[in-house]
């Protein structure tokens, strides 16, 4: 059987490295995105090559069109087809929403919701020519149940999960499933802004009573990715029953 492939954004660090790590592991072909933090996208490609499987790095902000063609033209180049598309790329803003400048909001909207659009779009004509596929996107609760202070983070992630049972209706009778996994607390660098005395806080609010792990995503999301062809158009909640 030949190797699948699977693209993985946001992947220089957190979820995004745990998942492409744990494609790696399972013997895909996995290309790694980030925007900016070129150092850690390129000790992540080694860490994936040490699986003994391919690996590209890329480096750019797939909330750009042209950008994003350019690194799925190198896809269809040197793999020919895309069998999993992870979209994981995306930033917070903290602070109130009267506060937040346009450009601000700007860049959080490309950041965490274009560059879904634009993979998408990009990655379904290889899946169709294929005929099968998985699009898994990388949400969060707030989502589903909106933060203060993070109108518009909560704004971009709901977006993602109208996007994603919309899209999955369209692609269903194409052999194409499309879910998202909305995240809780997870222990990743995004989190660890907050003072002690707030994450103790947070954890005494979570009946799992702990933050979740980037390597728990990563499994989900790998189960997404690999079977179960009738389960799409789904929000599953990973949070450790905080929502």
């Known amino acids: 059987m030949a190797r699948k492939t699977v693209l993985v954004t946001g992947a220089s660090r957190g979820i995004g490295k745990a998942i492409a790590v744990k494609f790696a592991k399972k013997g895909y072909n996995v290309i790694i995105n980030c925007a900016h933090r070129?150092?850690?996208?390129?000790?992540?490609?080694?860490?994936?090559?040490?699986?003994?499987?391919?690996?590209t790095a890329f480096l750019g902000d797939m909330g750009n069109l042209e950008t994003c063609e350019n690194l799925f033209h190198i896809i269809r180049k040197q793999y020919g087809t895309l069998d999993v598309l992870v979209n994981n790329a995306g930033i917070a803003y903290i602070g109130l929403l009267q506060d937040m400048s346009s450009a601000d909001w700007e860049r959080i909207l490309n950041t965490n919701l274009t560059s879904v659009f634009n993979c998408c779009k990009l990655a379904i004509p290889m899946m169709l020519s294929a005929g099968q596929g998985k699009i898994i996107n990388i949400s969060s609760v707030w989502g589903n149940v909106g933060a203060s202070c993070e109108a518009a983070y909560s704004a971009t992630k709901g977006g993602i999960n109208?996007?994603?049972?919309?899209?999955?209706?369209?692609?269903?009778?194409?052999?194409?499933?499309?879910?998202?996994?909305?995240?809780?607390?997870?222990d990743t660098e995004m989190n660890r802004w907050m003072e002690e005395d707030e994450l103790i806080?947070?954890?005494?609010?979570?009946?799992?009573?702990?933050?979740?792990?980037?390597?728990?995503?990563a499994d989900l999301v790998y189960h997404l990715g690999y079977k179960n062809a009738y389960l799409t158009g789904q929000v599953i909640g990973l949070d450790g029953g905080w929502t």
Request: charged share 25%.
């Open 38 to 55: 070129e150092a850690e996208l390129l000790q992540a490609q080694k860490e994936i090559e040490n699986y003994q499987v391919n690996c």
């Open 162 to 186: 109208a996007l994603t049972k919309a899209l999955a209706k369209e692609l269903a009778p194409s052999n194409i499933q499309v879910n998202a996994v909305a995240c809780g607390a997870i």
């Open 201 to 217: 806080g947070l954890v005494d609010e979570i009946p799992a009573g702990r933050l979740g792990k980037a390597e728990e995503v």
